[in-house]
């Protein structure tokens, strides 16, 4: 995870994971800008849109706005989603506790086994060492989990928090390297980086989706290095070089197997490795043939909003970080239900 500012807030390493949960970036590498231009909506009739801004005789409803930032806006919806859903959670458990604290007559914190206070009776005990603060922390946190799933195995507890719809957004396949068909009628087209760790675990769940899904799924990759990825740029490049050589997919694999936190490459020892043409693929290298290209990419990222890495668009529907061969699933099957 990167494009962050040091900030000075201490967290437990669980907090620290549920707040990243909770804001959606634990799978995702890197977090950028707010987008340039978007162009589809989250709404689909501009004649129906409220007037937000008028410039002369123009008018500018909401709806355009909404087309500016629509996948900005859809991570905010997933995000307050989460937090709705954790809201909700802590609701229920504190309900289900009153409720059984009801049932047994007996206070909560006497449900949960928590002791009574270090002052009894006039005797001071002496003061808990942090080891001992923590252990009894724990041991609380495990207590009152299992009395929770206890209770949620007799209640019925049902949620029914509404899904949010994923925008459609045009996005262009480019020249960039596939697999599939062009007929095929599902594209999935990734934004990545080679130094991204989260990249190179989705990576397998691609090869994962082609092998089931066969000539129904093209995908494409595209570049995304992120800039504080300081080798990032120059993996993309020495790529579409292998790409020119008709080895995108060897070199693209090797460079993922190869990657290590923080470190380059050997590009020429890799291209050989390949089986390319060393000489071609230096001259290609060297003289930085394909960074427009690489430049392209990121800059149509960008216009589409994307943030993080990587984000992925199944016909158009955005998946974003690591995901699942699950969740991938799921769109690719409901965009092969529709019609074409």
């Not at 995702?28 to 800008?33: A, D, G, S, V």
């Not at 501009?46 to 409803?61: L, Q, R």
């Not at 430049?295 to 943030?307: I, Q």
């Amino acid at each position: 995870m990167r494009g962050y500012e040091r900030t000075t807030i201490v967290l437990s390493r669980s907090m620290l994971w549920r707040t990243l949960a909770v804001v959606g970036l634990a799978t995702t590498c890197f977090i950028l800008m707010l987008p340039v231009a978007i162009s589809p909506a989250r709404v689909s009739d501009v004649s129906d849109s409220p007037i937000v801004a008028t410039v002369g005789n123009h008018s500018i409803t909401l709806v355009e706005a909404e087309r500016q930032v629509a996948l900005a806006l859809y991570q905010l919806d997933q995000q307050r989603t989460q937090l709705l859903l954790f809201a909700v959670q802590q609701l229920i458990d504190s309900e289900l506790l009153q409720v059984e604290a009801a049932r047994t007559g007996k206070s909560i914190e006497q449900l949960l086994g928590i002791p009574r206070s270090s002052i009894d009776a006039g005797h001071f005990s002496p003061a808990p060492t942090q080891a001992h603060v923590f252990d009894n922390a724990n041991a609380l946190s495990q207590r009152r989990q299992a009395l929770l799933a206890s209770l949620r195995r007799q209640t019925s507890v049902h949620l029914s928090l509404p899904r949010i719809t994923e925008p459609v957004l045009a996005v262009s396949t480019d020249d960039d390297p596939s697999v599939g068909p062009a007929s095929a009628p599902v594209t999935i087209v990734e934004f990545s980086d080679f130094q991204c760790p989260f990249c190179k675990q989705s990576a397998q769940v691609v090869k994962q989706l082609l092998r089931t899904y066969g000539q129904r799924v093209r995908f494409v990759y595209r570049d995304y290095p992120a800039p504080n990825h300081r080798h990032a740029k120059h993996a993309a490049e020495a790529a579409q070089c292998a790409a020119a050589q008709g080895k995108f997919w060897a070199y693209h694999d090797l460079l993922f197997e190869y990657q290590k936190p923080g470190a380059g490459w050997d590009f020429y020892g890799l291209a050989q490795e390949a089986s390319l043409d060393v000489d071609v693929f230096s001259r290609c290298l060297d003289t930085h043939q394909y960074a427009s290209e690489v430049e392209s990419d990121f800059r149509d990222a960008l216009n589409l909003g994307v943030m993080n890495t990587p984000t992925f668009f199944v016909n158009g529907r955005p998946l974003i970080g690591a995901r699942s061969f699950n969740e991938f699933q799921t769109l690719i099957d409901q965009a092969l239900a529709e019609p074409h």
